[in-house]
T-cell receptor, first 117, second 114 residues
Framework: GAVVSQHPSWVICKSGTSVKIECRSL??????MFWYRQFPKQSLMLMAT?????????EQGVEKDKFLINHASLTLSTLTVTSAHPEDSSFYIC?????????????FGPGTRLTVL | DQQVKQNSPSLSVQEGRISILNCDYT??????FLWYKKYPAEGPTFLIS?????DKNEDGRFTVFLNKSAKHLSLHIVPSQPGDSAVYFC?????????????FGTGTRLQVTL
């Protein structure tokens, strides 16, 4: 299957700082990528859809000014958590559609554990 | 509003027996359903999917059954193996022909015992 990587795999930062998470599709191009967040013992919640060359689409309740998404190339999308606070501590996961988008299969990155002190 | 629900947070099955994981949904617009397996601190791994025009899809030890009238689907794993122990997420989407957003259930933790 397709490979999606994320960097870093974990990060600890101080409250008020910004953190950038990278999502790369390693062996295929992705004009669309998705960003999810998972709190402990909860489901994966879609935060936003990242679109190459255009603005991201955010889900209801997700602050676009706090979670900045940039999809600058067909293989890279970045999520920047600005002015992070302890409540932003979570597991952030990106995904990209497979070769057959009509089948809705998505390939997920390994995730990034963010801890805000 | 949880549109995709997995009412059993955990399930324990003996090795070699059948594991049955259940999922219910409320949005009748969903027309594609997927199952993902997830280990701690890792991203989900795609297992199997089914289109709403079918009622069964089988891939090796994994079979997914869909009952549209009941808005219910299930994943059967047989025979269950210790390596199957993980959290299983049910997901649904409205297929638009392009990349679609997935709505995930809350997950069921499967423990396969020896």
């Amino acid at each position: 299957g397709a490979v999606v990587s994320q960097h870093p795999s974990w990060v600890i930062c101080k409250s008020g700082t910004s953190v950038k998470i990278e999502c790369r599709s390693l062996d295929f191009q992705a004009t669309t990528m998705f960003w999810y967040r998972q709190f402990p013992k909860q489901s994966l919640m879609l935060m936003a859809t990242s679109n190459e060359g255009s603005k991201a689409t955010y889900e209801q309740g997700v602050e676009k000014d706090k979670f900045l998404i940039n999809h600058a190339s067909l293989t890279l999308s970045t999520l920047t958590v600005t002015s992070a606070h302890p409540e932003d501590s979570s597991f952030y996961i990106c995904s990209a559609p497979g070769r057959f988008p009509e089948r809705d299969e998505q390939f997920f990155g390994p995730g990034t554990r963010l801890t805000v002190l | 509003d949880q549109q995709v629900k997995q009412n059993s947070p955990s399930l324990s099955v003996q090795e070699g027996r059948i594991s049955i994981l259940n999922c219910d949904y409320t949005n009748s617009m969903f027309d594609y359903f997927l199952w993902y397996k997830k280990y701690p601190a890792e991203g989900p791994t795609f297992l199997i999917s089914i289109s709403s025009i079918k009622d069964k899809n089988e891939d090796g030890r994994f079979t997914v059954f869909l009952n549209k009238s009941a808005k219910h689907l299930s994943l059967h794993i047989v025979p269950s193996q210790p390596g199957d122990s993980a959290v299983y997420f049910c997901a649904a989407s409205i297929n638009t022909g392009t990349a679609s957003k997935l709505t995930f259930g809350t997950g069921t933790r499967l423990q396969v015992t020896l």
